[in-house]
């Protein structure tokens, strides 16, 4: 079993993301997780993430704020507070942050096999 504390994280620059901070809380290398890592990541307004089509499964999941995710059809999804979406693998999806104050969300994702 092993405890980890904010204090413990460290940052990171996902790849296709802008105006947020990303920090790995489990994976292979902070916890030993070998089937999904677990990520905070805290959008300032009007930040995000581009296009980007999914490999493996993921869920979002709202601390706080709220984030908008849209499909490849242009469907929208507005996820507040305790909300989550879920995804797999061939869904393209991009998210921002439409609102004026920080949004916080956990991701949870799978590790290609």
């Not at 405890?3 to 993301?17: A, F, S």
């Not at 499909?71 to 797999?88: A, W």
């Amino acid at each position: 079993m092993i405890k980890r504390t904010i204090d413990e994280l460290k940052t990171y620059d996902p790849p296709g993301h802008f105006g947020m901070t990303a920090m790995r809380v489990h994976g292979k290398d902070e916890t030993g997780a070998q089937k999904f890592w677990v990520g905070l990541s805290t959008f300032l307004p009007g930040g995000g993430a581009d296009w980007s089509l999914e490999t493996l499964e993921k869920v979002y999941y709202i601390l706080e704020g709220e984030m908008t995710v849209t499909e490849k059809s242009g469907k929208k999804h507005v996820l507040c507070k305790d909300d989550s979406f879920s995804m797999t693998e061939g869904d393209e999806r991009r998210i921002v942050n439409e609102s004026n104050i920080p949004a916080r969300m956990l991701v949870i994702a799978s590790y290609p096999d």
